[in-house]
């Protein structure tokens, strides 16, 4: 299935138009899966990184109460920081920090994914035009909602630990802090 998926991407003359088509199929699969588990599991083997990164930036907007119409970039990772909440459909009987672990765990992977695959020019392009591309050695572009600075980055994670502490009442376990730090 993940390589039929990461195909289904690159054959398409936009990889980044075929990528929001099939995550707009899959997202309610993927809001439909019972445990953690199953969930990481499909969005962990899904060998396509902007497939990954599509549905994770949908599964955000979903939690969002007021969802933001801006492209995939650096603000947006942090917009989704500041206004997720956990998503009620994968509310069970878990302790809630597990659930603010869950969402820490997505934000951590929609950030690597949107690193290491939309950011690169020539994976947006078709697989037919990537060669010149790479032979070019072709620079990432960076959007200007990229360009963020470290102060944004202190005060969301603040606002956003802030956030949890009021919900936890409870020194954060060790899984949280750890995923804190790696995330900042």
């Known amino acids: 299935l993940q390589r039929m998926l990461s195909m289904a991407v690159e054959v398409d003359r936009s990889p980044t138009c075929s990528s929001?088509?099939?995550?707009?199929n899959i997202f309610l699969f993927l809001?439909?899966?019972?445990l953690r588990s199953q969930r990481e599991a499909l969005l962990n083997t899904m060998e396509s990184?902007?497939?990954r990164c599509r549905l994770l930036e949908q599964l955000f907007q979903h939690s969002c109460d007021v969802p933001t119409a801006s492209s995939m970039s650096l603000d947006k990772i942090l917009y989704f920081l500041s206004h997720s909440s956990v998503l009620p459909q994968f509310q069970d009987e878990r302790a809630t920090w597990q659930r603010w672990d869950e969402m820490l765990q997505y934000l951590t992977s929609l950030l690597l994914s949107y690193q290491t695959f939309p950011l690169a020019e020539h994976l947006h392009t078709a697989v037919s035009d990537r060669m010149d591309l790479i032979a070019q050695k072709a620079k990432p572009r960076l959007q200007d909602s990229d360009d963020i600075s470290q102060l944004d980055i202190h005060l969301k994670m603040n606002d956003f630990i802030n956030r949890m502490e009021e919900t936890l009442?409870?020194?954060?376990?060790p899984?949280?802090?750890e995923k804190l730090f790696m995330l900042q």
């Open 20 to 24: 929001r088509k099939i995550a707009d």
């Open 31 to 34: 809001l439909n899966i019972p």
């Open 49 to 51: 990184q902007l497939l």
């Open 169 to 173: 009442g409870q020194p954060f376990p």
């Open 175 to 177: 899984q949280i802090q």
